[in-house]
């Protein structure tokens, strides 16, 4: 049975502070890794996808790692802002495209 | 100019109703999907299609159906809707079926009274 795992579930920092949520996955077989986030309300935004022969992508203050054989994946966002605040969701692919999503970890930046 | 869209946006209706939510994509991707948010904010999903043709059904009720007249459109309809029908629909897109990024509409959150 897939399972994919967030930890914390939520988190409260400063403005400024670098951070990392954590994402665990059990399926050996995924294609690729994706993180999304979503404000309240409202739909699901990708940030970044790393396929399963990448170690890392990034795109501006966000980096993702994946570690296929821990079954692991992290973001690390640099710098937060209050404009971060949202649910940060992680999810793997496997067959046929199929997402199965973590619960998500609740970002709130203080100014 | 919005990439996968949904409509509509809020639904609210009775139980035994029987409603549609539609969801159309102009990115040219062949693959779409449908997901369901429960009231804990867990995503999971419900069907994916695959150049019109149905690919993952994932032990969903039949009394939820889905459509597909072409690639840019996978329509969800859903026959006696029960109070736990109450959910965020989210509608996705990807180029294949592969190891592509998946592209979310705004979603239509249903609520059954």
């Known amino acids: 049975k897939q399972e994919v795992t967030q930890i914390p579930a939520a988190l409260s920092v400063p403005e400024g502070e670098n951070l990392v949520l954590n994402c665990s996955f059990t399926d050996s077989a995924i294609y690729n890794l994706q993180w999304f986030r979503q404000d309240p309300g409202k739909g699901l935004t990708s940030l970044l996808l790393i396929q399963s022969s990448q170690r890392e992508q990034t795109s501006g203050r966000l980096n993702a790692s994946l570690d296929k054989s821990s079954g692991r994946s992290t973001l690390y966002i640099a710098a937060s802002q209050p404009g971060d605040s949202a649910t940060y969701l992680c999810a793997e692919c496997t067959s046929y495209g199929k997402l199965t999503f973590g619960q998500g970890t609740i970002l709130t930046v203080h100014p | 100019d919005t990439a996968v869209s949904q409509t509509p946006k809020y639904l609210v209706t009775q139980m035994g109703n029987d409603k549609s939510i539609k969801c159309e994509q102009n990115?040219?991707?062949?693959?779409m999907y449908w997901y369901k948010q429960d009231s804990k904010k867990f995503l999971k999903i419900m069907f994916s299609y695959n150049n019109k043709e149905l690919i993952i059904n994932e032990t969903v009720p039949n009394r939820f159906s889905p459509k597909s007249p072409d690639k840019a459109h996978l329509n969800l309809h859903i026959n006696s809707l029960e109070l736990g029908d109450s959910a965020v629909y989210f509608c996705?897109?990807?180029?294949?079926?592969?190891?592509?990024?998946?592209?979310f509409g705004q979603g239509t959150r249903l609520t059954v009274v």
């Open positions: 996705a897109s990807s180029q294949d079926i592969g190891s592509t990024e998946a592209f």
């Open positions: 990115l040219g991707h062949d693959t």
